[in-house]
C-alpha cells in the first residue's frame, strides 16, 4: 500500500472566490420530463447556445437505467455508444444505423462507469458494483482481461480511466476507499489477439489480472471518480474535494511506492458518491456540480488552483455531462457536433 509522503511540504488548497479572469455563462438547459431519465441522448450544439436532440435510446427491459455511456468506435470508424447500468448488461449502440451492435453480459452486477481508449477507441473498460473492472472488444465482443481478484477491489468499483498515453496503464477507484493503478503490459498479446479472433468470444481466453502495480489510500472515504492528468491522478471523493497527485511507483517492487498530493480543489456539497468531475478535451479545466445545484469550474494549469466559474443555483439536482472528442480515429457518420460542451442537466 501506497503511503503519503511527506516531502515538508503541504498541498496548495484552491480558494473558492471565483476568479474574473475569465467570463463564463449558461447558454442552455434542459429538462427532459418532470422525473429523472435514464436514457442514452445524443445532442448537437448548434449555434446560439441552442442544443437539439438528435437522438434517444431506452432500453426494452423497463427496469434498465443507464448510469454511464461512453463513445467508442469500430475498427471501420463506425461511431459506437457504450451504455451500462443498473442490469449489469453493456450495450453497444451503433449510431449510425440506430441499432444494437452487440451486447455485452459477464459482470454480476451494475455498471457504474465505462470509458474509451482514446488510442484504441475499439477498446473499452467497464467498473462494477460486482468489484471488477473489465476491458472489452467493441469490434469483436470479446472481455479481454477482468482486473480483479486477490489483490483487487474490496467494495464497489466506481470510476476507471486510461492513461492517455501509457497504452498499458489504467486507473481504477471506488468505494474501498482506494485508488488503484494496474498494468496490462505483459497480457497486451492477448489484447491484441482480441482483433483477429474468429471463433466465438465465449472461447477467447480471457485472463485475469490479480494484481495492481501500485495502490494508493489518498482518500478517507468513497472514491467515486478518477482520472489521469499526464502521469498525475486527480481523484474525487466524498469528503468534499479533488485531489491532484502524483503516484511514485518503485519499478523493482510493484505495489510499493508513494504519495506526492500536490494540489486540492474544494467542491463543498459533494458528501454524496457518485457525483463525478469531467474534463474538457485538453484538461484546461474541469467542472462538478454538486448537491445544491451548483457548478464549479476550475482551472488545471495553474497554481494554486484557480476557480473560474461559480454559478447556477437550481431548485434541483445539477449534473454535468460532457461530448467528449477525444476519440483520435473517429469519424462521424451521422451530423453531430464535436464541439466540446458542459450542459447543466436538471433532473
Not at 479481454?144 to 486510461?162: K, P, Q, T, Y
Not at 498494468?183 to 472461447?203: A, G, H, I, N, R
Request: proline share 5%; net charge negative.
Amino acid at each position: 500500500m501506497a503511503k503519503v509522503a511527506a516531502l515538508g511540504c503541504e498541498p496548495v488548497v484552491g480558494s473558492l472566490v471565483a476568479s474574473k479572469k475569465r467570463e463564463y455563462r449558461v447558454t442552455n438547459r434542459l429538462q427532459e420530463g418532470k422525473r429523472p431519465l435514464y436514457a442514452v441522448t445524443v445532442y448537437q450544439c448548434l449555434e446560439g447556445g441552442v442544443i437539439a436532440v438528435l437522438q434517444s435510446y431506452i432500453d426494452e427491459d423497463k427496469d434498465e437505467s443507464f448510469y454511464t455511456v461512453s463513445w467508442a468506435c469500430n475498427v471501420d470508424g463506425t461511431p459506437l455508444l457504450v451504455a451500462g447500468g443498473i442490469n449489469g448488461i453493456i450495450r453497444v449502440i451503433d449510431a449510425g444505423n440506430e441499432k444494437i451492435h452487440k451486447c455485452f453480459v459477464g459482470h454480476g452486477d451494475s455498471i457504474n462507469e465505462i470509458r474509451t481508449q482514446t488510442l484504441k477507441p475499439s477498446l473499452v473498460l467497464s467498473a462494477s458494483k460486482d468489484e471488477s473492472v473489465r476491458l472489452w472488444n467493441v469490434h469483436t465482443g470479446i472481455c479481454i482481461l477482468i482486473f480483479a481478484g486477490a489483490g483487487g477491489h474490496r467494495n464497489e468499483v466506481l470510476s476507471v480511466d486510461f492513461h492517455p498515453s501509457d497504452i498499458y496503464r489504467i486507473a481504477s477507484c471506488g468505494m474501498d476507499n482506494t485508488v488503484k493503478i494496474w498494468s496490462m503490459k505483459e497480457f497486451w498479446t492477448y489484447v491484441e489477439k482480441s482483433f483477429t479472433w474468429t471463433d466465438l468470444p465465449s472461447k477467447f481466453p480471457t485472463k485475469y489480472v490479480q494484481f495492481p502495480v501500485f495502490i494508493a489510500s489518498v482518500h478517507s472515504n468513497y472514491v467515486d471518480c478518477s482520472r489521469w492528468l499526464g502521469d498525475f491522478i486527480m481523484s474525487k471523493s466524498v469528503d468534499n474535494e479533488i485531489v491532484l497527485w502524483e503516484p511514485k511507483m518503485k519499478e523493482q517492487s510493484p505495489g510499493e511506492g508513494s504519495v506526492d498530493i500536490l494540489q486540492k480543489y474544494p467542491v463543498p456539497e459533494c458528501d454524496i458518491w457518485f457525483i463525478k468531475f469531467s474534463c474538457d478535451f485538453h484538461y484546461n479545466a474541469a467542472a462538478i456540480g454538486n448537491r445544491e445545484g451548483k457548478i464549479f469550474v476550475w482551472e488545471l494549469q495553474s497554481s494554486p488552483p484557480v476557480l473560474i466559474a461559480r454559478y447556477i443555483e437550481c431548485t434541483s439536482s445539477v449534473a454535468i455531462l460532457t461530448v467528449e472528442p477525444t476519440l483520435k480515429n473517429f469519424k462521424p457518420l451521422v451530423p453531430w457536433s464535436l464541439d466540446v460542451v458542459l450542459i447543466a442537466y436538471l433532473l
